[in-house]
């Protein structure tokens, strides 16, 4: 039972985007024509999740041991006015942020984890795979297994798994199991080894790793982003600022949000499409990985070994492989199919940020708010500097999703002069 005076800014529903897209959502494909990958889903992925990613409801109901849940992590996360950065800036709007890294596992991630991990206690199994790139998946994961009574595994792409010990000692701490990828543990990791000893991994092959894994024990796998079910989960951030933007009598002009698969901008802006056409939102993600303005949007592989189902969606090709930037969490090679439809139709823009500006962004965050943003949040905020500091868009009320803390980052201010 709730039992918190902020407890009601957490939405008793989940908002699914499908019904007010612009156009239909296109199906997953099978990439094999002598085993259905599609059918492969029904083996390792909760009954209830797949439900829900095929659903055309609006609306799902929010069981109550997962509010309650979301109440012991940290939810509501709060929304605040960005004061001293809108004096040093001189903008003469205003400026507000929503903190997903105030959740104990620092990221927006718990909030699809807690119900993917209920969903597969309720199931039986006793452990649950998943994959990470710079780890707050992963974390997430962990803590949602270790809630639920699940064994938790996760391979961590390998690049980030040196990069971020710390990501690996709070895994261990919530009783996960952390592996780098590629790794000897799969049959494709092994071929991926063997081509390449040194192979700095990527999410797609950590992504097939996990699955294989999952297959070869009956276990549950854990969707991380890009399928819409987990979209729908994180739409408590949206719901939860409309929330607090009524509160403080507020319309946003801007709504700003950093993208990997897009799973966090996913569910801060949808929530606010539905008879909105007026406020601007925008996209940000790594220059270093240019999905929106050099991807093609087709079908394409979730993962490098094409394991799981193909879909429609803005992609670098699932055999992309980006280079070694700190921000983890935006290597990814393709966009969610819900979120791609929005960008190719005009009503989400995007923006590419590099990783120098992606820096300097963050330590002016930290010197004006105090908050050490993780990087990829620092896109979303280099982004609205760009917005703000154009002086179109004087006097405009901004919102930006920081959809992590970087506690467990600050090698990249180490790295970076």
């Known amino acids: 039972m709730l039992h918190s005076q902020s407890a009601e800014i957490i ?4 908002y699914n985007v499908v019904p007010d897209l612009p156009e239909p959502l296109p199906p997953p494909r099978s990439g094999s024509e002598e085993k259905s990958s599609i059918e492969l889903l029904n083996s390792i992925i909760p009954a209830e999740m797949l439900r829900q990613e095929f659903t055309f409801n609006r609306y799902e109901r929010i069981p109550d041991e997962i509010r309650e849940q979301y109440l012991q992590v940290g939810r509501p996360t709060p929304l605040v006015r960005a004061v ?11 400026i507000f942020y929503k903190f997903e890294g105030a959740t104990v596992t620092g990221s927006h991630k718990i909030n699809t984890a807690l119900p993917q991990a209920f969903y597969a206690a309720q199931e039986g199994v006793p452990e649950i795979v998943t994959e990470t790139g710079a ?14 009574g699940l064994r938790t595994t996760v391979f961590m792409v390998k690049v980030s798994y040196n990069q971020k010990p710390g990501r690996k000692t709070v895994m261990g701490l919530y009783d996960g199991t952390v592996i780098a990828s590629p790794s000897d543990k799969t049959d494709f990791g092994r071929r991926v080894l063997r081509e390449k000893p040194d192979h700095p991994g990527s999410l797609g092959i950590a992504i097939s790793e996990a699955v294989e894994y999952a297959i070869s024990n009956g276990y549950r796998y854990m969707l991380g982003s890009v399928m819409n079910s987990v979209l729908t989960h994180q739409s408590v951030i949206g719901q939860e600022t409309i929330a607090q933007l009524e509160m403080l009598g507020e319309t946003p002009d801007a709504l700003i949000g950093c993208v990997g698969g897009g799973s966090n901008f996913g569910g801060f802006v949808f929530p606010f499409i539905p008879g909105n056409r007026e406020t601007e ?34 992609s670098l090709g699932s055999d992309f492989v980006p280079g070694k930037i700190y921000a983890g969490g935006l290597r990814y090679h393709g966009s969610a199919p819900s979120l791609s439809i929005l960008i190719r139709n005009g009503r989400i823009k995007t923006d590419e940020v590099g990783e120098e500006e992606v820096i300097t962004a963050l330590k002016l965050f930290a010197r004006t708010q105090g908050v050490v943003a993780a990087p990829e949040s620092g896109h979303a905020i280099a982004s609205a500097l760009r917005y703000v500091r154009n002086p179109d868009n004087a006097g405009k009320t901004v919102v930006i999703n920081v959809s992590g803390h970087g506690y467990l980052d600050l090698g990249i201010f180490g790295e970076k002069k």
């Not at 939405?11 to 989940?14: E, K, L, M, T, V």
């Not at 780890?135 to 297994?145: C, I, L, R």
């Not at 050099?294 to 094409?306: M, N, P, Q, T």
């Open 84 to 94: 001293n950065l809108e004096r040093v800036l001189g903008f003469s709007g205003k």
């Open 281 to 314: 939102m925008i996209a940000s993600t790594a220059l270093e990985v240019p999905k929106f303005s050099k991807g093609e949007y087709r079908y394409d592989f979730i993962d490098s070994a094409g394991i799981l189902p193909m879909l429609r969606m803005f």
């Open 11 to 14: 939405p008793s529903r989940w």
């Open 135 to 148: 780890g707050q998946w992963g974390t997430a994961t962990s803590m949602a297994g270790a809630i639920n």
